[in-house]
């Protein structure tokens, strides 16, 4: 069977700096695969260039055999691959429901019609409050999306992931700065997602990554030193001394 | 009804019925004025439909208001003058000349706007007013024209059923496309392509992540602003009967933009209030003083500082007070 998503020997650097170093991973349909690694080494970079807004200075990457390396963002997320922020990146001035249905309506395709207002297409606005229900956010649908706390955001990112009914989600740090509990609310949200999509997963919580993962991939100054199933990566030494002295407490 | 929806109709109400009976009772003067303003408002409502809603400063919107000036007066010229022949444009009817006004903006729009998109930020404003200053230039080199002389309309687009050698007429049919562009805007504001557009504005990246080349949109709706612009234009011509490269220089661009976000930039009735607004102060306080430029700068200036909304946010805050 041939991976949804394979990268091989990725490049990438800025000036001086290496930021994506001979990368070689696959990501096997269905499983969530979870990228760790220490501050800077290119987590967020790795994904960048999946999808598509850098492109990689030499290798290549394949999404379901299909070689995207140089395609451009929106016709990648066309094809079934959707992001979400590190930073929460959402429309702010919209409300929590025209967010989601955005994302519903180009998953549509239907987004060059100027004529009927979108607000009255029942189709899309149902979908979007069905999706705002399944993250838990029916309530707030009609707030601007600033009001919401961060947390919120968190679980509005994806609601949108979701909307696309993407093939393949790339999350990014989706617990970043969420409390304790919003942390716990995110990890069952995801649990209740994954095996219905392939997901790679980038996240610095531990407790959420190895509660999650299928697989794990450890990255260090952007070259990949280990795969595998989170028990393995558990006891792996390499892995132990590239995070000693940083978060070994986490391991 | 919202107290914005009121605030729209409200001074479309007073903007139909006002002008028609200042002219009536003798004061023709004010009637000149409300078709000169019913005229910019419709290119401000073009300008807020990349500007407001798409977030797309363009510093070059006069352009289009010279050019379609432009497009009744050649061809009026050429009738007149002789020339052109060849391709028809050189008549007087209006069923050809505000179509070519609309079509020529549009392909300027299409042709300039999928350059200036590439760039964002500052890099779009000045871009779009170097494209503006080049039609400026352009047309003063043109000695036939009048180059920046300017050129007498000596004949008015000629409409079935309607003359727009009778003031009142040419205000009607203003005031009528003012309707239509603030229809069309909002009906485009609204659809599915309009949420495109003003997602684009708060998270381009975002919007793009969801598979929509944002590009395209705004290309789009840009050249819609630009045709719609091109329209005025036209009237612009018809009324002022005399154009000059000087009707689509760069201040002028800017005073179109102050229109919008004195009236309130993403509103329907903003850029309409807007113009109303700035052609009034114009008038009064040129009226007043010789030195006007000084006390209009400080008074927009207080505006866009402390009327966070505009006009619009202005009024319907006070109307509300809920």
Redesign the interface.
């Known amino acids: 069977m041939t991976p949804v998503l394979e990268t091989r020997r990725l490049m990438k650097s800025f000036g001086g700096i290496i930021a994506t170093n001979d990368l070689s991973l696959s990501v096997t349909k269905g499983e969530l695969h979870a990228i760790i690694g220490p501050n800077g080494a290119g987590k967020t970079t790795l994904i960048t260039q999946l999808c598509g807004t850098q492109t990689p200075d030499s290798g290549s990457i394949r999404f379901k055999g299909r070689d995207i390396t140089r395609m451009p963002a929106h016709r990648r997320a066309r094809l079934g691959i959707t992001r979400s922020f590190q930073i929460t990146s959402l429309i702010l001035e919209m409300s929590v429901l025209d967010n989601v249905a955005l994302a519903v309506q180009a998953r549509q395709g239907s987004s060059f019609d100027m004529i009927r207002p979108a607000r009255s297409i029942k189709a899309i606005r149902d979908r979007a409050m069905a999706l705002l229900a399944r993250v838990g956010l029916q309530d707030k649908a009609d707030m601007i999306t600033r009001a919401l706390s961060h947390g919120e955001h968190r679980h509005m990112e994806i609601a949108i992931a979701l909307a696309s009914e993407a093939e393949l989600m790339l999350l990014d740090e989706p617990m970043a700065g969420l409390g304790h509990e919003e942390s716990r609310a995110m990890v069952d949200l995801l649990k209740s997602i994954k095996g219905k999509h392939t997901i790679v997963l980038i996240e610095h919580d531990m407790d959420a990554v190895f509660a999650l993962a299928d697989r794990i991939s450890v990255l260090v100054y952007g070259h990949i030193i280990a795969t595998g199933a989170p028990a393995e990566i558990r006891g792996n030494k390499e892995v132990e001394a590239a995070y000693l002295g940083e978060e070994s407490g986490g391991l | 009804m919202t107290r914005r929806t009121l605030l729209t109709l409200v001074t479309m109400g007073l903007l139909a019925v006002l002008p028609p009976v200042f002219y009536l009772t003798g004061n023709p003067f004010y009637l000149d004025l409300a078709t000169r303003l019913t005229i910019l408002a419709i290119a401000a409502v073009s300008l807020n439909l990349i500007l407001g809603y798409g977030g797309l400063v363009s510093f070059g919107h006069a352009a289009y208001l010279g050019l379609g000036a432009y497009a009744v007066g050649i061809p009026a010229h050429h009738w007149l003058y002789g020339g052109l022949e060849g391709i028809g444009l050189n008549t007087t009817s209006g069923l050809v000349q505000i179509p070519l006004a609309v079509a020529v903006c549009a392909l300027f729009a299409l042709v300039t706007g999928a350059i200036c998109l590439r760039t964002k930020g500052v890099y779009f404003i000045m871009i779009t007013m170097a494209f503006a200053q080049m039609v400026y230039y352009a047309i003063v080199s043109i000695e036939e024209y009048g180059g920046d002389d300017g050129l007498v309309i000596d004949s008015r687009s000629e409409l079935p059923g309607i003359s727009l050698d009778d003031p009142l007429q040419l205000f009607a049919l203003s005031y009528v496309g003012l309707v239509v562009a603030m229809g069309l805007v909002r ?2 504001v ?7 557009l ?2 684009a504005k ?2 381009n ?10 590009y395209a ?1 705004r290309l ?1 709706a840009y050249v819609v602003s630009g045709a719609i612009a091109g329209f005025a234009g036209a009237l612009l011509g018809n009324f002022t009967t005399f154009i000059s490269p000087e009707m689509m220089d760069w201040t002028r661009s800017g005073e179109l933009m102050f229109m919008v976000i004195l009236g309130g930039a993403t509103t329907s009735a903003g850029p309409v209030l807007g113009a109303a607004a700035f052609i009034l102060l114009e008038e009064a306080l040129s009226s007043l003083t010789v030195y006007w430029h000084l006390p209009f700068g400080l008074l927009l200036i207080a505006v866009v500082l402390f009327g966070k909304g505009g006009l619009v946010g202005l009024l319907s805050r006070r109307e509300g007070g809920k």
């Not at chain 2, 609204?190 to 495109?196: A, I, P």
């Not at chain 2, 990246?205 to 944002?214: A, I, K, Q, S, Y």
Request: no cysteine; charged share 10%; proline share 0%.
């Open positions: 009906m485009i609204n659809s599915r392509f309009g949420m495109v003003q997602g708060g998270n990246e975002r919007v793009v992540m969801l598979g929509l080349n944002t949109f789009t």
